[in-house]
């Protein structure tokens, strides 16, 4: 092709690609479902006529056409994205897609949680004594009909409560970083949270003082227990990257993978601080039943609210139409 043909080829696409700029100028939206189609088809032709001229005609005044051409479309079509901007469709739509996509992941994490914590529910339930043999000493308080204090090795003290969300949060990033142990790092600290969970509430349940539980434990636990499954779902797909990496070296299916790994964790941090908060200046009060329920289960609601509704994959509607 010489540069005579190139530019009759070329030259109606690209005058209608700058028609349709200066329609849309910096709301492509108004050019309705077939401006768009067109919009987009004839920036796909003018980016490749731009890389074949940079190849064959080199140093002619066409490039200085293009450039600027392609990339005033590309602007448009894609749009200027600063790194706010980035950030804020993140928090608003970009997490929630991740956490909602991976539903294997977030099952298995959740059984690897709620599977123990049955288990040694039951089994405290039915046998205290041998509960108390192998979990620490201090849930031996649990057992007692006259506890008023239920102590979580992994928690800290209600007396420093400014600490609690830095220090969730660096439960929930070990809990992640384990997957690249091929998931058993992950899947054990899963099943550790799960064997407390559940000893503390089976003990307290047969010594007739799981009401303190429920005070104690569910206002920030639901949001808390609800980050630590998400950030093992994260660590699951580390470690799916390594067992399964496909037709990819493995080093390259986790460096890939890792990436939506890591967005996935680092947006569950921000929900470990209201969960925190809650812990150091709300638990402590031990408020009654209904109250510690209400609010347990609208920090949890608000969370899988959002997992539902912001996490749903937008649809064109009009193009669905055509």
Not at 34 to 52: F, Q, S, V
Not at 145 to 169: E, R
Not at 254 to 269: F, I, Q, S
Request: aromatic share 8%.
């Amino acid at each position: 092709m010489n540069l005579e043909r190139f530019l009759d080829d070329g030259s109606q696409t690209w005058n209608e690609l700058e028609s349709l700029l200066d329609r849309a100028e910096s709301r492509p939206q108004q050019l309705g479902v077939d401006g768009l189609l067109a919009l987009g088809e004839h920036y796909r032709a003018a980016a490749a006529d731009l890389a074949l001229a940079r190849r064959r005609f080199a140093g002619d005044p066409v490039i200085d056409r293009l450039e600027p051409l392609v990339l005033r479309a590309r602007h448009v079509v894609y749009g200027e994205r600063t790194r706010a901007g980035a950030l804020r469709e993140f928090l608003l739509r970009g997490y929630w897609r991740e956490v909602r996509a991976h539903r294997r992941e977030l099952a298995v994490s959740a059984i690897a949680t709620f599977g123990p914590a049955l288990l040694f529910a039951v089994w405290a339930v039915k046998n205290p004594t041998a509960v108390l043999q192998v979990v620490p000493s201090s849930f031996g308080a649990a057992a007692s009909p006259h506890a008023h204090h239920l102590s979580l090795p992994l928690s800290i003290s209600a007396a420093d409560p400014v600490s609690i969300p830095l220090h969730n949060i660096l439960v929930t990033f070990f809990t992640f970083a384990a997957g690249v142990t091929f998931g058993l790092g992950t899947l054990a600290l899963l099943a550790f949270n799960g064997v407390t969970l559940g000893a503390l509430g089976g003990l307290t349940l047969q010594a007739g003082t799981f009401p303190m539980f429920v005070s104690l434990i569910v206002p920030h636990g639901l949001l808390e227990l609800s980050c630590i499954t998400v950030s093992g779902a994260a660590g699951l797909r580390l470690a799916h990257a390594l067992i399964d990496p496909g037709v990819r070296p493995r080093a390259q299916a986790l460096r890939e993978d890792a990436r939506g790994a890591v967005r996935m964790a680092l947006g569950t941090a921000p929900w470990l601080v209201p969960a925190g908060l809650t812990e150091g200046f709300v638990t402590p009060n031990q408020l009654p039943d209904a109250a510690a329920l209400a609010i347990g289960l609208t920090l949890a609601g608000v969370y899988w609210g959002c997992v539902l509704c912001c996490g749903r994959q937008r649809r064109a509607r009009a193009f669905a139409r055509r």
